[in-house]
């Protein structure tokens, strides 16, 4: 079950996601309110009816925008029409600036048991000129509370190349984020859709503010050393994590689509359930009065070919950096290194992947470059589709 709550206290400015900010608390738990209803509708359908949730993903925006009252109330409703006592993870995003010791005391008690923090960056500087609402104080201080609180996992969001991002920042930015020895890291270069508010202000920035795709890896390889150092290990393209006994785990990612079913909720989300794509309209006005009508899901819904899936969950194994052919032999009846040949030939041959037998790992290189590689595997008419 993924829970969108879409607002925040400001925009970031590399921001590409449906959020809403100077909402009045009213609005808010309007949403709220009408999430709880989306959800009690969708657990009448046939597909989630007497299911359990194995994971459950609160995302945003910034779920750690409501206040206690409101994230009590919203999972007291839940509740009524679904329950996650027995899941193997749910994860609550955050933003430090908006966090207390009751509102993290809160998040503890409905149940989270991973806590990302999204971090981004220490310095003031960057974080005010990328559109961040939180400061390097309001960073550490929340660290305090939720060592305090005692959450199970604690991961930590940070960007590699925002707007004005230097070596000698980002090398303190892995120092601090080590001293602070989170349970898990995730490492995200920028990128700029077009609906941003940097894209849109290219022309006035110049190109050059923009650290080139050149620096931002070698500025995520230096990161993976360091972590490497410090007793992590790369868990995918993107996340590093501790090397405890057992080894911290990312359980949503690691089966987000291996036979499970992704079950979304609220403004603008989309989900994949019993083989159908759906998607909800865009506007809180639209989705406030489709739900309130019982119209869902809202904008649209397709089922997914086969070969589409395939696709898919070969994209979703591939950010992990590794796939093994005879799962998706026994799940599809595919043989995958025959069918993606061209692409595989040509990962291999630049030094980006190796394929032994059943099994395909990317390399250093191809860890740190893989969203370029990914249209290889796309059909031919997707090939040249890009939102940057």
């Known amino acids: 079950l993924y829970l969108h709550i879409p607002f925040c206290r400001k925009r970031c400015k590399f921001c590409y996601f449906r959020v809403y900010t100077d909402v009045q608390a009213k609005s808010i738990q309007d949403y709220v309110d009408t999430l709880a209803t989306e959800v009690e509708i969708l657990a009448r359908q046939p597909a989630v009816q007497g299911r359990d949730f194995r994971f459950v993903y609160f995302g945003g925006g910034t779920p750690s925008f409501l206040s206690e009252r409101q994230l009590i109330g919203l999972v007291d409703k839940l509740r009524q029409s679904i329950h996650w006592q027995n899941a193997d993870e749910v994860t609550f995003e955050c933003e430090p600036g908006t966090l207390s010791q009751p509102k993290l005391a809160a998040i503890k008690e409905i149940g989270v048991t991973r806590l990302s923090l999204g971090v981004e960056n220490f310095d003031d500087a960057i974080l005010e000129e990328n559109g961040r609402a939180h400061k390097s104080k309001e960073i550490l201080r929340a660290w305090d509370w939720i060592v305090s609180t005692g959450f199970a996992q604690v991961n930590i969001d940070l960007i590699a190349g925002m707007i004005g991002e230097t070596w000698d920042n980002w090398r303190n930015c892995i120092r601090q984020t080590i001293e602070l020895a989170p349970d898990s890291v995730t490492i995200y270069q920028l990128e700029l859709p077009f609906n941003t508010r940097f894209s849109k202000e290219l022309n006035v920035l110049?190109?050059?503010?923009?650290?080139?795709?050149?620096?931002?890896?070698?500025?995520?390889?230096?990161?993976?050393?360091?972590?490497?150092?410090?007793?992590?290990?790369?868990?995918?393209?993107?996340?590093?994590?501790?090397?405890?006994?057992?080894?911290?785990?990312?359980?949503?990612?690691?089966?987000?689509?291996?036979?499970?079913?992704?079950?979304?909720?609220?403004?603008?989300?989309?989900?994949?359930?019993?083989?159908?794509?759906?998607?909800?309209?865009?506007?809180?006005?639209?989705?406030?009065?489709?739900?309130?009508?019982?119209?869902?899901?809202?904008?649209?819904?397709?089922?997914?070919?086969?070969?589409?899936?395939?696709?898919?969950?070969?994209?979703?194994?591939?950010?992990?950096?590794?796939?093994?052919?005879?799962?998706?032999?026994?799940?599809?009846?595919v043989e995958v290194a025959d069918h993606f040949q061209p692409a595989i030939a040509d990962l291999v041959e630049r030094d980006l992947a190796h394929m032994n037998q059943d099994s395909f790992t990317l390399t250093r290189d191809g860890l740190l470059r893989v969203d370029s590689l990914l249209p290889g595997f796309f059909k031919e008419e997707h090939r040249v589709d890009r939102y940057t």
């Open 206 to 333: 110049g190109q050059a503010t923009v650290a080139p795709w050149s620096l931002k890896r070698d500025w995520l390889n230096y990161a993976y050393d360091e972590f490497l150092s410090a007793g992590y290990e790369i868990s995918s393209a993107y996340t590093l994590r501790k090397k405890s006994t057992p080894p911290t785990r990312f359980l949503y990612r690691d089966n987000l689509w291996h036979g499970s079913d992704l079950l979304c909720a609220g403004v603008a989300s989309f989900g994949h359930l019993s083989g159908v794509h759906y998607q909800n309209i865009d506007g809180l006005e639209q989705y406030q009065a489709a739900v309130a009508e019982n119209r869902l899901p809202i904008n649209r819904a397709y089922p997914v070919p086969k070969d589409e899936a395939l696709i898919r969950e070969l994209i979703l194994q591939t950010k992990l950096g590794r796939w093994d052919a005879g799962y998706f032999r026994r799940k599809y009846g």
